[in-house]
């Protein structure tokens, strides 16, 4: 990187690129910006406005007109994208995640709400079946094993209603082999050619995914763990061939998630793919820093931000948090 050897102290003093604000405000490598933010949230079908989760102190699942409204909020506060999650009422869940690709169900009534309300501001649309199963799975069981093909199928049922209803792009956050390109075939053959897809590409079975659970209301549901299809946290080689398969089948946007605990990996895909690539600030995340201020332990705009830079700093082009609105006020918007 260095063509010439530094200077050896005194001559070189880092700490006078340090010594006020403005200097270091000019010499400033990473900014984050509001354009950096995609909110993540979560609707429910029934007619409360907001149902606070508890173990997310700030979020909560919202209604179908409060998320029209949040979409208005997010056009005002400079955020470009939401990120939409359904919670869905478990006596709307079976094997099949039918619930799922009702046309008239509570996707496609918030997607469809929050584009009339701001069609400035873009729309992604979390795809799996796991909201809409009553196992708490991404994908078909049979024999207690997951089954690959056979969830494609559905979830391009799935993509193909959220498309419809107003998705800009399709989050395929399943980790089934293969979907990418089946979602990007069955757009193009519905001549939906301007439907992106952002492909959870290396989504790692995670512990952080816990008050997540709770808020969409799969908590309960899950059987066992999701290890079959989420990666394994230790691995890093294998994300890169994740990436690079979903690249080869028409993913637009690349997602690493978790967040925090994988910023290696949004740094080697970055550097190894050259595509936009996004991090999900996931809900364990969003509750170690609320949990922690809240107990006075941590300053909570402080870590909020301090966050979001790390992932800026890391590559990323954008985050999916919780935290957005949070963050756009702090930052001025
Ligand atoms: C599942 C899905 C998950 C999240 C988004 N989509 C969790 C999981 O795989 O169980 C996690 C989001 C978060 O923790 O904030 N399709």
Redesign the pocket.
């Known amino acids: 990187m260095f063509n010439a050897p530094l200077a050896p102290f005194p001559a070189l003093r880092p700490r006078r690129l340090r010594q006020a604000d403005w200097i270091r405000r000019l010499t400033r490598e990473t900014v984050f910006t509001p354009a950096d933010l995609v909110w993540?949230i979560v609707v429910h079908d029934g007619d409360e406005a907001r149902v606070p989760v508890p173990s997310m102190p700030g979020v909560a699942r919202l209604s179908v007109a409060e998320a029209a409204r949040t979409a208005v909020e997010a056009r005002a506060l400079g955020i470009p994208a939401i990120a939409v999650?359904p919670h869905v009422d478990g006596a709307k869940k079976d094997a099949l995640g039918t619930e799922g690709h009702n046309p008239d169900g509570l996707v496609a009534r918030a997607l469809k709400a929050m584009k009339d309300a701001a069609p400035e501001v873009g729309l992604m649309c979390?795809l799996?079946l796991?909201p809409f199963t009553d196992h708490g799975h991404?994908g078909l069981i049979e024999d207690g094993r997951i089954l690959n093909d056979a969830t494609i199928e559905r979830l391009v049922e799935l993509g193909l209603m959220q498309a419809e209803a107003g998705a800009d792009v399709l989050a395929a956050?399943?980790m089934m082999d293969g979907r990418v390109g089946a979602l990007r075939a069955a757009l193009e053959a519905a001549g939906r050619t301007d439907t992106m897809i952002m492909a959870y590409a290396a989504?790692y079975a995670s512990a952080?995914?816990g008050?997540?659970?709770d808020a969409i209301g799969?908590a309960v549901a899950l059987k066992g763990d999701?290890k079959t299809y989420?990666m394994d946290p230790g691995n890093t080689d294998e994300a890169l061939r994740e990436v690079a398969l979903d690249i080869a089948e028409g993913a637009d946007l690349i997602m690493v998630?978790?967040g925090m605990p994988y910023l290696d990996i949004v740094r080697r895909v970055v550097e190894t793919f050259a595509m936009p690539t996004l991090a999900?600030q996931?809900?364990?995340e969003?509750a170690m820093i609320t949990a922690a201020a809240q107990n006075g332990w941590i300053d909570e705009d402080r870590a909020i931000l301090e966050s979001l830079t790390a992932f800026k700093r890391a590559g990323c082009s954008g985050v999916v948090t919780?935290f957005a609105p949070r963050a756009a006020r702090l930052l001025g918007a």
């Open positions: 993540a999650h979390d799996a796991d991404d956050s399943d989504k952080f995914y008050p997540y659970r799969t999701k989420q998630k978790p999900f996931v809900s364990g969003y919780y």
